[in-house]
């Protein structure tokens, strides 16, 4: 959970500003992004082992 203190003299927009940069950090909106459709439980292992083959592929051309 993401919580903002408002600081004095700190004008909303400064708020809302410093508020978004949390919630990017914090992951909450690709999650948000993420859920926003349900994804067949084949898909998700789809994505996870062409990731995982990228990755692969990739440590191999940089120890060559």
């Not at 903002?4 to 004008?11: K, Y």
């Not at 082992?49 to 990228?54: H, I, K, S, V």
């Amino acid at each position: 959970m993401v919580k903002l203190l408002v600081r004095d003299r700190e004008t909303i927009q400064e708020a809302v500003r410093r508020f978004r940069k949390l919630v990017e950090r914090s992951g909450i909106k690709k999650e948000m992004r993420r859920r926003e459709f349900y994804e067949k439980p084949s898909e998700t292992n789809r994505r996870a082992r062409l990731r995982a083959e990228r990755r692969n592929k990739r440590t191999q051309l940089l120890v060559r």
